[in-house]
């Protein structure tokens, strides 16, 4: 029965962080690129949409989680229907990875050389295809390092939205372990935490390393 | 002055040194590239960055921009595939003035025009393969066409092997060679070449410069080049201009240019090629004659390989050679030699006038005991 309910809230954590990572990844990319290329001198300059993005994401990434999270709560109803268990976590989780994951991103994109912009240009390379072909393989591997440390802090996250009754491992740790003072769980749901951390860094950086051919 | 020597080139027949017969006289419509007062400012900067230039580059030719850091030259470059806008007067490329260009006029453009970089700028994520195939793939040529071309570039630059090697596994001179076969594979009719060897050593330098030379022969490429080594003018280069704070301050053919440099920026970027005294003798030498014993020291430059009975007979007198030698410049040679001649103090106006039948250009380099 112990076994049950920490399998259980080991796939609610999965689940949670599953899927507002996969949401975050693919709305953080496009953020990303549209940060770098739309800001001065970029291959799509827009400095006002550049800015309003930029205070955007800042906005979102300066509150934090917990107070997100209960901020969006008629915002989430809107959405899930719910504010209560793992969909209703996940759109704050959302939220808040997306533009983290943006912002670690864009410092990779911003790294990749000017003059491979430049050669790209100068070989007929149009706009999209430099986004394509360039900026996005070249940064690739700094991609894949920032969307490691991305689920690492969801999994962080994913915690806290146990505490509204989210499920999961958070959520069991906080309930069996600190309220009933069941130590027992509590170590056990630390050491799933831990190992699972662990694989997921472990994995990323594997897959970051193979992706760098510098 | 007028010697009528011949340079031997092996298995070809003996090229006269003087006259002109492979350059082309300049002519307007056969411009390839024609700068019309070109300039440009950097918003902010006060110093524009180029400044009323008019040149015009002939189809198939070597044409070599050189000048210090700063001088301009690579906005110049630039300029010719627009990934420099310029702020006045216009560019014309095959007659059209490319300044209106819209994005799609501008890539059709840019795949006409080749162009390497001093970095090489290799995609470190694609192989040397992916790299080359890049301008066909965004360009949507078919599979079977990529792969012919890459294949047969890649072979033209002698990479075939390290066809699925990263860019980070190669030597520099391999990564100029790979950006050499990524810049061709469109079939351009000009290459650009942003100090092309600049990060590579003597010898890489050399046989990319031989590559490039091969490929402007074989492939009748109009190759424009930047440099800021007057070695790489003279190994490939037809024409020079030489450029000093974004304007021209002198141009022609090269060997002319190296025989009779005249602004005092391109005497300072030759200096390096010119022969020089031994040490020993610079300290030796003064401004005026010291006594009847004293020897002028002359640099005499003649086109061609110097006829140096010629010059004794012309100067007369103790003549002794301090340094020289012959250099290829193109077809042509150029001769340059320091002398030293013992004569008496008063015969110094005579004594130049008599160097001056002799050879293109004198120069007094001062006096020894």
């Known amino acids: 029965m112990w076994f049950d309910r920490l399998l259980q809230g080991l796939l609610d954590t999965l689940l949670m962080v599953g899927v507002s990572s996969l949401i975050a990844l693919l709305a953080g990319v496009p953020m990303a690129v549209l940060l770098v290329t739309s800001d001065k001198g970029g291959i799509f300059a827009a400095p006002t949409l550049n800015r309003v993005l930029g205070a955007f994401v800042n ?36 939220i808040a990875a997306t533009p983290f994951f943006a912002r670690i991103a864009e410092v990779s994109l911003r790294e990749v050389d000017h003059g491979l912009v430049e050669a790209a240009q100068a070989m007929g390379c149009r706009r999209w295809h430099i986004v394509w072909h360039v900026l996005l393989p070249e940064a690739l591997p700094g991609i894949v390092g920032g969307f490691t440390i991305t689920l690492v802090t969801l999994i962080n996250s994913s915690a806290m939205a146990g505490a509204i009754g989210a499920g999961g491992l958070g959520d069991i740790a906080y309930r069996y372990g600190y309220q009933r003072f069941d130590s027992q769980i509590m170590l056990t749901v630390i050491a799933m935490l831990v190992a699972l951390v662990a694989l997921i860094q472990l994995g990323g950086d594997r897959l970051a390393r193979g992706l760098n051919k510098r | 002055m007028s010697q009528t020597s011949a340079l031997k080139v092996p298995g070809a027949a003996p090229l006269p040194l003087q006259a002109e017969p492979l350059t082309l006289r300049p002519n307007v419509n056969d411009a390839h590239v024609r700068f019309i007062g070109l300039g440009k400012t950097y918003p902010g900067q006060a110093q524009p960055a180029l400044q009323g230039i008019d040149l015009n580059i002939r189809r198939g030719e070597i044409f070599g921009i050189i000048g210090r850091s700063g001088a301009g030259k690579s906005s110049l470059l630039r300029t010719i595939n627009r990934l420099e806008q310029p702020s006045h007067g216009r560019v014309l490329v095959d007659q059209v003035d490319i300044g209106g260009f819209d994005e799609d006029q501008l890539v059709n453009l840019r795949r006409s025009i080749g162009m390497i970089f001093q970095h090489f700028n290799l995609m470190s994520a694609k192989t040397v393969w992916q790299n080359v195939e890049l301008p066909l793939k965004v360009a949507g040529v078919a599979k079977a066409e990529r792969q012919r071309k890459v294949r047969a570039l890649l072979q033209l630059v002698g990479l075939e092997e390290k066809h699925q090697v990263y860019p980070a596994q190669l030597s520099g001179g391999q990564k100029q060679r790979v950006g050499i076969a990524r810049a061709l594979v469109h079939d351009p009719r000009i290459l650009l070449c942003d100090e092309a060897t600049s990060a590579l050593d003597p010898e890489t330098t050399a046989s990319i410069l031989e590559l490039l030379r091969d490929i402007n022969r074989r492939l009748g490429l109009t190759i424009v080049l930047i440099t800021h080594e007057m070695a790489v003018i003279r190994d490939i280069c037809h024409q020079v201009v030489v450029l000093d704070r974004g304007q021209v301050v002198e141009q022609g053919e090269v060997w002319r240019v190296f025989g009779a440099a005249r602004h005092a920026v391109t005497r300072t970027l030759l200096a390096p090629l010119q022969p020089r005294l031994p040490d020993a003798l610079t300290g030796r030498l003064q401004a005026s004659p010291a006594s009847r014993d004293s020897a002028v020291v002359l640099k005499l430059t003649v086109p061609g390989e110097p006829d140096l009975t010629a010059l004794f007979n012309t100067l007369g007198g103790s003549v002794r050679l301090l340094q020289g030698g012959v250099q290829a410049i193109g077809e042509h040679a150029l001769g340059q030699l320091i002398v030293s001649v013992q004569h008496s103090p008063h015969a110094t106006g005579p004594l130049l006038e008599r160097a001056r039948r002799w050879a293109e250009d004198v120069e007094v380099l001062g006096y020894v005991v």
Request: overall charge positive; glycine content about 6%.
């Open chain 1, 59 to 94: 906005l979102f990434r300066s509150i934090p989680f917990l107070i997100l999270m209960v901020a969006l709560i008629p915002f989430t109803r809107m959405v899930v229907g719910t504010t209560y268990g793992v969909w209703a976590a996940v759109v704050p989780l959302t």
